[in-house]
């Protein structure tokens, strides 16, 4: 999934404000700070994902024969290698 850098900007935000709003939470650093790291994590996980998708992409173009995307096997497929990978990565 790729998401605008906007858009990641107001996830990171709401993500901080969610914090805020908890009473148990205290913040060593200031809110910018923290909403730019949420930031970072969230692209890191993104980018993950991206990986994931591609991996799993890529094993279905590597069977003998064509599978065309939008089919139900090649959603079968594609869920079967996806989740596979997830495994792999202990998710």
């Known amino acids: 999934m790729r998401i605008s850098r906007d858009k990641m900007n107001v996830l990171a935000k709401v993500a901080t404000e969610a914090l805020v709003q908890m ?10 700070t923290i909403r730019l790291e949420l930031r970072r994590i969230l ?5 993950e994902e ?19 995307e939008g089919t139900q096997e090649w959603d079968i497929l594609y869920r079967k290698y996806y989740n596979e990978e997830v495994k792999k990565l202990g998710i």
């Open 43 to 47: 692209e890191e996980l993104l980018k």
């Open 50 to 68: 991206m990986k994931i998708d591609q991996s799993a992409r890529q094993k279905i173009e590597n069977q003998r024969r064509t599978i065309l």
């Open 23 to 32: 009473e148990n939470v205290e913040f060593i650093e200031d809110r910018n």
